[in-house]
């Protein structure tokens, strides 16, 4: 690369730091932007809170693996705590890092891969500027830290088979390793690998003499070998904790088994991955979207199969077994048809005299800059926003509506002398975690989970001392309460969320008994 770098001009050298500049500023502005807007989501508050429990409490620093989550995130996390006021801050910052990462190794495989620096910066501007990714860098998700691993573990598998090297070999094996301790869809990552070979690794000529070619070969394999031991010396690092087994199966709770996906096997793929489609082309924009089609050439297609691929084969496989299936789960696999993209629009301005064309990228970029700035901004009111999002993210118990103010307004009273008892529907979840993770450090507030739905009051709140002030949280779908119990309480605050298509609107409610 650095060769590659002494070849340039100057100028086109000054001009792709000055587009990458202006496209990093980009990238900040879109994630940090009311980075708060969007209320804390059901993973959010789960994994926020496990990153508390676990600064709190050494002993339980393998916590998520009870519920069969890799626990790199919330690891990450814990110091961050320290330095925001907010805990979902923290959180959504470490995913913004996490992004900003990929943005440069977006920048850094585009350029390896095809040698040039126009499809590098447009690369780096699709990637700040695509809603895609926008919506999902600003969330506290472990989503953004797996698709960063996932291309530098594409960069690092292209420098090996490059030059097969065993410290590359070792390099690329931590990084699969980071990535299996993140999340499980990780096992790809190591398939990607032979798809980098086959298109870019170059056996010795055949003048050069069999043996050669036989130990170039070995050379490479081993250097994979390598690779994947460092990965599982990293992966079994989990054994530490008592419910490694766990991880295992909790996947089975969101994919068929293969044994029996493969006895339906257009069902849910061809569900799935109709899905894939309409949300790739929403929120990667239709004109970016449309953009890599032009990148189907001969000039282009030694580097765009190898990327299509690398993106097609976790795609097929989740939507061929997964039973939940959501936007933000093919976000890794997604992030390289961002250099796909990229390659098309160049292609398009090869086309003809580029001063005829200089508007056409300009245009793209505006289109999706407006786009996201809609989605951080006012995002209830995104039409055809996919319905995974707006109704996990935005309307029903999923969304967080109002923890954030219940909890100040408990602070408040606690800080006059109170001492507070709060029930919440569910045990685990959006609530109690939800309310948890902002009144950490309270002593005098004690947030229970009391189950969901809730048809009568539960006796742990009944029979709490008078002494205390109790409340009760709970979502409007879910207070199955008769009018005789309801009267035994006052309603105090109600948060309404992003109004459904039909009408509908949930709203969190916060009860004090009477």
């Not at 910052?93 to 990462?101: N, P």
């Not at 690092?156 to 088979?161: E, K, M, P, Q, S």
Request: net charge positive; glycine share 6%.
């Amino acid at each position: 690369m650095i060769k590659f770098f002494k070849s340039k001009s100057k100028k086109s050298l000054l001009l792709y730091f000055l587009g990458l500049l202006l496209a990093l500023g980009l990238f900040i502005y879109l994630r940090l932007l009311k980075l708060d807007l969007i209320p804390v989501f059901v993973d959010e508050a789960i994994y926020v809170r496990w990153a508390q429990v676990m600064k709190a409490e050494p002993s339980l620093r393998f916590l998520p693996m009870s519920d069969g989550k890799q626990p790199l995130f919330m690891w990450i996390l814990m110091p961050l705590l320290s330095y925001f006021p907010d805990p979902l801050i923290a959180g959504r910052v470490l995913s913004v890092i996490s992004g900003l990462g990929t943005f440069f190794g977006i920048s850094i495989l585009s350029l390896l891969i095809t040698q040039s620096l126009t499809v590098s910066v447009i690369s780096a501007f699709f990637y700040a500027l695509c809603p895609f990714f926008v919506f999902y860098n600003r969330l506290s998700l472990v989503d953004s830290m797996l698709a960063g691993i996932g291309i530098w573990t594409l960069i690092l598998g292209y420098l090996y088979v490059k030059k097969p090297r065993w410290d590359l070999a070792m390099i690329l094996g931590a990084i699969l390793g980071a990535g299996l301790l993140t999340k499980s869809p990780a096992i790809f990552f190591i398939a990607w690998q032979p798809i980098l070979a086959l298109f870019f690794f170059k056996l010795p000529r055949k003048n050069q003499g069999k043996k050669k070619r036989y130990l170039s070969l070995l050379k490479l394999v081993g250097g994979w070998l390598l690779a994947i031991f460092v990965s599982l010396i990293f992966y079994n690092v989990l054994r530490l904790g008592t419910n490694f087994h766990m991880v295992g199966s909790r996947n089975l709770d969101y994919i068929f088994p293969l044994s029996e996906a493969i006895t339906h096997p257009f069902n849910p793929l061809i569900g799935n991955f109709k899905s894939t489609i309409s949300w790739t082309w929403f929120l990667f924009t239709p004109p970016v979207f449309l953009a890599a089609l032009f990148a189907f050439n001969r000039k282009d297609n030694k580097y765009t199969l190898p990327l299509v691929i690398i993106s097609l084969l976790p795609l097929f496989a989740q939507a061929f077994v997964a039973k939940v299936y959501t936007p933000r789960y093919i976000l890794y696999a997604v992030t390289p048809l961002i250099i796909v993209s990229a390659l098309g629009l160049n292609a398009l301005l090869r086309r003809t005299r580029i001063q005829k064309l200089i508007s056409i990228p300009i245009i793209i970029f505006v289109f999706c800059f407006v786009s996201s700035f809609r989605l951080v901004t006012q995002p209830e009111k995104v039409e055809k926003l996919p319905f995974r999002m707006r109704n996990g993210y935005l309307e029903e118990w999923t969304a967080g509506y109002g923890q954030k103010e219940i909890a100040d307004y408990l602070i408040d009273l606690e800080e006059q002398g109170n001492t507070i008892v709060v029930g919440t529907e569910g045990f685990f979840g959006t609530l109690p975690d939800g309310l948890q993770i902002y009144t950490q450090g309270h002593s005098d507030i004690t947030v229970i989970g009391v189950g969901q739905p809730i048809f009568i009051l539960p006796e742990s709140l009944v029979n709490t001392s008078k002494e205390h002030l109790i409340f009760l949280v709970v979502n409007q779908s879910r207070d199955k309460l008769p009018q005789s119990e309801k009267e035994k309480l006052d309603l105090v605050m109600e948060f309404p969320k992003a109004i459904r298509a039909d009408g509908t609107q949930e709203k969190l409610l916060l009860y004090q008994f009477k």
